[in-house]
Structure formats: C-alpha cells, structure tokens
C-alpha cells in the first residue's frame, strides 16, 4: 500500500472522486466496521462499485477480520 485517503461517506462517490481527479490504481480497498458492512450491503455497496468500474480490483476489509478479494479483476495502466 502507498498511500491511504478518507473520502465522500458514500463509498461510491469517494471512489469516482478519485478517477474524476484523474488518479489511477491497482486496486482499490473499502474499509468497514461491522456496523458499516452490513448497511453497505444492504445498498449493494460492493455491487454498485464494481459496476461503475468494472475493470477495478475491489478488496473489502472489515475491521477485525481478513482481507477479502472481491473481484479479480485489475485495471489496466493507462486506462
């Protein structure tokens, strides 16, 4: 990991603002509480994600727990 950055609340918008800003990565982590998970899954967070950046590898970390890959796929450099 290089680096780490807090964004919008809503995962989704923190993700897209990064892109509109125009940086790129290998893979992106969402982080959450327990508390947290369980209200992003019932929004679909995680689905809402990977279709708004489909060629994006998501991980998703609760806290307490392991670190989970929940797409295999990786971005492209340049895309």
């Known amino acids: 990991m290089v680096g780490a950055r807090v964004g919008d609340a809503d995962p989704v918008v923190a993700v897209g603002d990064e892109f509109l800003a125009g940086r790129r990565y290998d893979a992106v982590i969402v982080a959450a509480s ?8 019932k929004s679909d967070v995680i689905g809402r994600l990977r279709r708004a950046s489909p060629n994006l590898r998501l991980l998703e970390l609760a806290f307490g727990g392991e670190l989970q890959s929940v797409s295999d796929r990786i971005e492209q450099p340049g895309a």
């Open 34 to 41: 327990p508390t947290e998970r369980a209200r992003w899954s």
